[in-house]
Nanobody, 128 residues
Framework: QVHLIGSGGGLVQAGGSLRLSCAASGSPLSSNAVGWFRQAPGKEREFIAIISWNGGSTYYADSVKGRFTISRDNAQNTVSLQMNSLKPEDTAVYYC?????????????????????WGQGIQVTVSS
């Protein structure tokens, strides 16, 4: 079973950037799409981005499109989320997750139930 470890969060001023990473151990990531979700205080967990198993396709929620970039390095067994032009409303706990269905090229919004393995949350705080 894969174990996902997230890193890279912190405190940043509005307009700044952060890069989150998700590293896998136990099993390779290379057969499955990886998504990122976030959960702000008092809100439900929100899907924000996904990258296909081979990195060839991506999809972003409207809330982050044009500001966030998801990428992966299957040789290093990692997925990253580059977050630019951060806003206070991006403040949340961020989670990476491994999609259950292998070799899926379908890119679009995802539900939490599409994912079996989750990293621990990464706190991102954007000050105004």
């Amino acid at each position: 079973q894969v174990h996902l470890i997230g890193s890279g969060g912190g405190l940043v001023q509005a307009g700044g950037s952060l890069r989150l990473s998700c590293a896998a151990s136990g099993s390779p990531l290379s057969s499955n799409a990886v998504g990122w979700f976030r959960q702000a205080p008092g809100k439900e967990r929100e899907f924000i981005a996904i990258i296909s198993w081979n990195g060839g396709s991506t999809y972003y929620a409207d809330s982050v499109k044009g500001r966030f970039t998801i990428s992966r390095d299957n040789a290093q067994n990692t997925v990253s989320l580059q977050m630019n032009s951060l806003k206070p409303e991006d403040t949340a706990v961020y989670y990476c997750a491994l999609e259950r269905l292998a070799y899926s090229d379908h890119m679009g919004p995802r539900f939490e139930t599409d994912f079996d393995d989750w990293g621990q949350g990464i706190q991102v705080t954007v000050s105004s």
